[in-house]
């Protein structure tokens, strides 16, 4: 067997001897993705961490282990960490670079250098943003911890008032974002011009092209929150007046510009997930997937509407009724094509040999999660019931239900599904089943109880509360340790693959997409060592079986 | 992403590789390297952001223009439209040099090329010169960011409509003059280039993409212009307000 | 080879004119104009200056990819615009608002 990615490497600068040197400055994409995948699930378990800390302090009402201030610090912390270094980056920075371009036959992104520059500049951002946690008071020897106590959301004028690290936190935003901006570049570049000879845009994989919507999205969208972090800093250096209502300015126009960006963020996480379970689904039920037309548009329409709705989150800042009535309306056309998809996936498994090993898990039990999550996004879509669930659990739970238990679980998903692309290895797949098991659980159990009480008036971002609402704090509580249990548990079977899982050979799930067509495992550097003419559709099984099967020189032999 | 075009190992030549279909036919695969067409639309792209930039803060100067629309006339009618003016026919015609200069390379008169390209550079530090003037000229009208005038509730304020209207002034004329920097910068560094010989006739993106960015420069500044200045030209009975 | 180059040149010149042209039209139109019309006016020429721009020194022309992505993103531009506006223009709260009409 020849050398895999993991032996050699080009480079940006030059061409390093040692090995550390060569994966800081490498420009193979799939080396760009372990590192974005090693850096990203860091900061999760910090964002967890954080997320713990208030679950505990919210275990009984009154102050236990922290101050107020602290909590709303947390939350900020836990937001911003899982929003703009965790989730955002997400699957495309994952899974965009180490499959998409194996999938459809490419050599690399179309700009390699950009991307190894992009990567740093991912990393530039988030050490911009630890150095907003702390203020050091060297003369008092003194350390404070001035992380932002605003929510992720920055909302002005209070961000302009507030003497934490505010705009340093903004500066993060603003370099994070042009990391995604450069991502999505990239990739819509590669999807047009890199494509395998004879694949076109109908037989792209559908990960692929949940990726290429996804990158429309970070494209145009990520510019406009990046100019309103600008204009906020430029408020607060230079009082420009623009947010500030005591010089005229609008506090509503800056959550409008927001969420300009911000709602189709969340289209952004999902979109790329949503080609995840795309790829795991027809896989695992060895069948062609239904309806592969209506899923590929449906990624394309959700990423246009996505562009249309963010006024949902403005129903109770004092928005006109006119606007509110359009938005509300437009809100519910997303759930559309969400639909489309969910019925296609079904459709797919039905009469299919479904084989459940762990990623066909996890992606079942999203389909539970994402309905939920979904669901009670539409009943929020609603202005007359938003007025009274805005702002309280309800409207956490459904986030949590759709981000946690739609595109991190996916994530997951994923991760178990290329691992032995990725590593060569397997993993113990029974260990990796109670994971799943774990996490499933404790997550419902986390979450479930917060609808309840949010439906009964439990506001967000509270540290206290009223009696009444304890129970619920206290089931979720216990939720949580059973999920962060399972979290560790998943992680530790997965690491430990790295080192002792069996050998497993290119192709270990009889998936037919040509990321599973590689000469060797783990795949060479510059990927397929020739690259296949592609006349047939990305997922074609027949009586169980893939029908396109390639010689050594990547010419079919079906 | 323009120099990502060449090859990290530009010593070989890249030669594409060939897949076959089952009939047996060849069909050349599009490598990364040397993709002109990739690397154009990249750039574009790159620009659909700027226009996702300057239209977000367009919009907000169009909200505060429907909230205070007389507020804005008097302060548009305030700024020195003759600059402005000057200003618009400087990058007009550097606009024209940069295309020029573009043109020239593609058939081979590097020279030229260089000449145009110097003269771009040159207009450009006109262009900035003459906003100096005019940012000099407001601040010791007491107008300026962080002046008294554009504070609130001081005797000097102005009204909300012109506060917002002078700190977006200064905001989206400041970004535009932060880009023609970075153009400057970026020209410069294609000289370098060129004079590297990494960018010749046959092997033109760089100079391409910069050319493009130059004219989205321009572009912007299409727009900015009669938004501030030109809108209160006109007063109420038809007739024109002069500024200072 | 010569013929081409002299053509595309000509080309230069002309949309310099045509630029220059509009120009002198931005600053002798309010004179014209009754003032109320001033900002459509000169929205109106900016939006002529800049599809030139776009078209012939931005050799916009003939590229397709490119000029479906140029025109989605300006729809959306113009979304954006279209709804924010439709939110400013039916403002219902001018009378209690501190920001549309400060300290009486
Ligand atoms: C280990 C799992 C998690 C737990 C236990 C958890 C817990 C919490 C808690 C307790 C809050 C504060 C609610 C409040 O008081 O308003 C919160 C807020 C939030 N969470 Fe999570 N979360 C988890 C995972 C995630 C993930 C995976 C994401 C996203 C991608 C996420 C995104 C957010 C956001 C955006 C907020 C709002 C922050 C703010 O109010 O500014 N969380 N979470």
């Not at chain 1, 296609?344 to 309905?371: E, S, V």
């Not at chain 2, 050349?28 to 154009?40: A, P, T």
């Not at chain 2, 390209?117 to 007491?142: D, M, N, P």
Request: charge should be neutral.
């Amino acid at each position: 067997m020849g050398k895999s990615y993991f032996d050699e490497t080009h480079c940006a600068i030059g061409h390093p001897k040692s090995t550390f040197m060569q994966w800081m400055l490498t420009v193979d994409h799939k080396r760009i993705g372990i590192m974005y995948a090693v850096v990203m699930f860091t900061f999760f378990f910090v964002a967890v961490a954080a997320a713990l800390t208030m679950r505990f302090e919210l275990f009984s009402p009154g102050q236990q282990y922290i101050e107020a201030q602290t909590f709303n610090q947390a939350f900020t912390l836990h937001g911003v960490i899982m929003i703009f270094m965790f989730i955002i980056p997400g699957i495309p920075a994952v899974f965009g670079n180490i499959v998409m371009p194996l999938m459809i036959g490419a050599k690399d992104v179309s700009f390699p250098r950009l991307n190894w520059f992009t990567f740093w500049l991912y990393i530039f951002g988030c050490i911009v943003a630890l150095t907003s946690l702390f203020n050091f008071n060297i003369s008092e020897g003194e350390v404070l911890f001035k992380f932002a106590d605003t929510g992720w959301t920055f909302y002005a004028p209070y961000s302009l008032n507030t003497d934490t690290n505010v705009i340093t936190t903004l500066v993060a935003g603003f370099i994070l974002g042009m990391a995604s901006i450069l991502t999505g570049l990239n990739f819509l570049v590669t999807i047009h011009r890199l494509r395998a000879p004879g694949m076109e845009f109908f037989k792209m994989p559908l990960f692929v092209w949940g990726i290429y919507a996804t990158a429309w999205i970070q494209l145009l969208a990520t510019p406009v929150v990046g100019i309103t972090l600008v204009l906020a800093i430029l408020e607060k250096y230079f009082g420009i007046g623009i947010f500030d209502p005591s010089k005229g300015g609008d506090p509503v126009l800056f959550q409008h510009l927001f969420w300009i960006y911000s709602h189709p963020a969340v289209y952004l996480m999902i979109l790329p997930a949503f080609g995840i379970m795309s790829e795991i689904i027809p896989a695992f039920s060895r069948r062609e997937i239904f309806g592969y037309r209506t899923i590929a548009l449906s990624s394309a329409s959700i990423a246009g509407i996505g562009y249309l709705v963010w006024g949902h989150h403005l129903y109770t800042s004092g928005m006109s009724d006119t606007a509110k009535v359009i938005f509300s309306f437009l809100t519910f056309f997303v759930a559309i094509p969400t639909g489309i998809k969910f019925y296609d996936w079904i459709a797919t498994m039905y009469k299919g040999k479904i084989i459940l090993a762990t990623p066909m898990l996890w992606a079942l039990g999203t389909i539970i999660t994402f309905a939920v999550g979904g669901l009670t996004g539409v009943t929020i879509a609603m202005v007359g019931a938003d007025i009274h669930l805005q702002d309280t659990y309800y409207t956490i739970a459904h986030f949590h239900y759709a981000m946690l238990g739609g595109v991190v679980f996916l994530l997951f998903a994923g991760m178990h599904y290329w691992f032995p692309l990725v590593f060569g290895k397997m993993y113990n797949e029974t260990h990796a089943k109670i994971a799943f098991a774990l996490n499933f659980i404790g997550f419902n159990v986390l979450w479930f109880p917060m609808f309840i009480a949010g439906y009964m008036g439990m506001p967000r971002r509270y540290f206290d509360y009223l009696p009444e609402f304890q129970i619920y704090h206290q089931i979720s509580f216990i939720g949580a340790l059973i999920f962060v249990t399972g979290l560790i548990y998943m992680f530790t079977v997965l690491i430990r693959a790295t080192k002792n899982g069996k050998p497993c050979g290119p192709n270990p799930w009889n998936a037919t997409t040509l990321e599973w067509h590689l000469p060797s495992s783990p795949p060479p550097l510059e990927n397929h060592t020739k690259v296949p003419y592609v006349d047939f559709r990305p997922y074609e099984y027949h009586h169980g079986q893939p029908v396109v099967k390639f010689d050594e020189n990547m010419r079919r032999i079906d | 992403m323009a120099h990502d075009s060449h090859d990290a190992h530009d010593s070989h030549v890249y030669v594409p590789e060939i897949a076959v279909d089952r009939e047996g036919k060849e069909h050349v695969v599009q490598g990364w390297q040397g993709d002109y067409e990739g690397g154009k639309l990249g750039f574009w792209l790159f620009m659909l952001t700027e226009v996702m930039m300057f239209g977000a803060m367009f919009l907000a100067l169009t909200y505060y223009y429907t909230l205070h629309q007389q507020d804005f006339l008097i302060a548009s009618a305030s700024l020195n439209r003759w600059l402005g003016g000057f200003n618009t026919v400087v990058l007009l015609f550097s606009a024209l040099t940069m295309g020029l200069g573009l043109l020239k390379m593609r058939h081979g008169d590097v020279k030229g090329a260089k000449l145009m390209i110097w003269t771009t550079i040159l207009l450009a530090l006109v262009f900035l010169g003459v906003k100096a003037v005019e940012w000099t000229a407001e601040y010791h009208h007491g107008i300026f960011l962080g002046l008294d005038a554009l504070q609130s509730g001081n005797e000097h304020s102005k009204p909300f409509g012109q506060i917002l209207f002078f700190g977006m002034y200064f905001t989206m004329t400041g970004l535009h003059g932060f880009h023609i920097i970075i153009g400057i910068g970026l020209m410069l560094w294609l000289l370098k280039r060129i004079n590297a010989q990494k960018v010749t006739p046959d092997h033109n993106i760089l100079h391409f993409n910069i050319a493009l960015y130059w004219d989205l420069v321009h572009l912007i500044w299409v727009f900015v212009f009669p938004y501030f200045y030109m809108i209160g030209a006109g007063d109420i009975a038809g007739g024109v307000v002069h500024g200072h | 080879m010569v013929t081409s180059y002299l053509i595309e040149k000509v080309g230069y010149y002309k949309v310099l004119i045509g630029l220059l042209l509009l120009t002198v039209v931005t600053f002798s139109l309010p004179e014209v104009v009754v003032s109320k019309y001033t900002f459509s006016a000169q929205m109106f020429i900016a939006t002529v200056k800049a599809w030139l721009i776009l078209m012939y020194y931005m050799h916009l022309k003939g590229e397709k990819t490119i000029g479906w992505s140029v025109l989605f993103s300006l729809l959306i531009v113009a979304f954006f615009f279209s709804i924010v506006m439709i939110d400013v223009n039916n403002f219902q709260y001018t009378d209690v608002s501190h920001i549309t009409s400060p300290t009486k």
